[in-house]
């Protein structure tokens, strides 16, 4: 890890006052009609021969552009009757490309960074600690916010008192183009949507169809929903800060993970898009029209794939699952899942089902869905005691709902499955999945059902203590493909062990549930 300057030393020090349970980004890839054990062989043994992720990332900002509709099929007019397709859009590759900056930029830990560092956390976990003591005992109150307050003026303070000012000035040529965000300590970075389009390009046959999005399509329906769920005004705020910026910054400057730029409102507005086409995929199955996204606008440009048989897998960033009705955070600025599910209760759908496999829990969709009774919502997460320091830090009424198992929400319509870090497939999950969240799912009857895939429930992902193997997600499809056949619309949240190729793993392993 190698903070590059003061903006690093807050994303670190509020790591330390949190769970990693707080990482709600989002995701990936997937694809495949092989075996997932030959599908994790035929990636190993692709990638012997070609480039390392590390030099992809030395393109820098570039690295934006390598998924150009010349290496993949527009979305337009496809047609795909037998497979599972991947659909992505450039936008997803441009949200914090600064951040992929080539490896000369990183400045190396020298002992004048390391005091400036270990003082910062020093100063701000004692001045937390202070505050978090003065609010709850003191003042009575019943959250810590003055902790987060104080430790957050802390971690100025101390980084300031040794010397942080001095490094900063040293490593000024980059801090100036990646706001001081090491791509190190970044989770939801570009680098793993393209590692595992990479990973897609070079399957074994027969291939998964991975289209880029149309780029002409309209966004006066995904507005719409957005505004529906989030507000015309939180949807203006994220705007203008992101056309404000010409760098990397945090939205709210108490969620230190939740990045953004000048490409980040695009990206999270195709986002939205991707979802909601997923869900006309499903639609579609078995009504061939042209009523997509945009239908009802005076130049429509929504896709035109009549359909097909199999589901369609939104690969998009920034992920959405954290996000609340009118606050964004872990990550997430606009909750994809959510705003398709009412966008499908809009579209014919009389009941939807989500189900959200992210390792963390789902606090924003918990929100958004609380108050409609035709959407069932479960979280299958892991559970922190005393909840999660990032999440939990907040104001009800921005963010209300909790990882409790006892918070059903005002109209008992969510279920929370907490695990315990160490659970994997056979000592816990596949219960939890088989016996608590299907049946519950199911109990409205719906006929489409929204999987918030996350795959940072890996042994191999540091943002979690689960241990779900690449092949147990396989197992996961099979199960909700057993259960719900096609009436399936995915999308992309968590996961980042992508490094060593597991994401991706995995996401193929998922998809495959879906070949016959």
Known sequence: MRPASIGNIFTISFISFQSS????????????????????????????????TAAA??????????????????????????????????????????VELPPTYSQPWTMEKTIAISGAF????????????????VLHF??????ILTGGAGIGMGWYAFGGGDVMEKEKEFTDRNGGFDAKLVADRPMRLQTVLDDLEH???????????????????ALEYIHKVHGEEYASLLKSKCEETDRPIRFNPFYARTLIDEHSYDAAVDAVMDWMESVDNVRDMDND?????????????????????????????????????????????????????????????????????????????????????????????????GGNAFIEQKVKEDDPRSQDGNDVGPLGNLLNLNLKAGTGWSNGYKDALING??????????????????????ETDWSSGLTLQPSDYGEIGKV??????????????????????ALSEAIMAFCSAWDD
Do not use: W
């Open 21 to 52: 349970a707080a990482f709600p980004l989002p995701s990936a890839h997937f694809t495949l009609t092989l075996p997932p054990t030959t599908a994790a062989n035929a990636i190993t043994q692709q990638h012997q021969h070609r480039h390392t």
């Open 57 to 98: 990332a030395s393109r820098g900002i570039n690295a934006a552009n390598t998924c150009s509709s010349s290496r993949y099929t527009s979305a337009l007019h496809v047609k795909t009757p037998n497979r599972i397709m991947i659909q992505y859009t450039p936008a997803a590759l441009q949200h914090l490309a600064a």
């Open 122 to 137: 020093f100063t701000g976990a004692i001045l937390f600690l202070m505050g978090s003591h003065v609010s709850t005992q």
């Open 142 to 147: 019943d959250t810590d916010q003055a902790g």
């Open 203 to 221: 399957q074994m046959d027969p291939k998964f169809p991975v289209v880029q999005s149309n780029p002409e399509r309209s966004s006066k329906k």
């Open 289 to 385: 029209n042209d009523n997509h996204i945009g239908a009802h606008d005076d130049n429509d440009h929504g896709l035109d794939r009549c359909g097909g048989n199999k589901p369609l897998f939104a690969l998009a960033r920034p992920p959405g699952h954290h996000a609340c009705q009118r606050k964004g955070m872990g990550g997430c600025l606009f909750n994809n899942s959510a705003i398709a599910a009412f966008y499908a209760l809009d579209s014919g759908f009389k009941n939807v089902a989500i189900l959200d496999f992210d390792a963390h829990h789902g606090n924003g969709v918990a929100h958004c869905v609380q108050d409609e009774e035709r959407i069932r919502y479960c979280s299958i997460h892991e559970g922190k005691e």
């Open 437 to 458: 969240a299907v049946p519950f799912l199911l109990q409205d009857r719906p006929d489409l059902l929204i999987v918030s895939a996350g795959f940072d429930a890996l």
């Open 480 to 501: 909700l493909k057993d259960r719900f056949g096609n009436k399936v619309s995915m999308g992309l949240e968590g996961g980042y062990s992508f490094q060593d190729h």
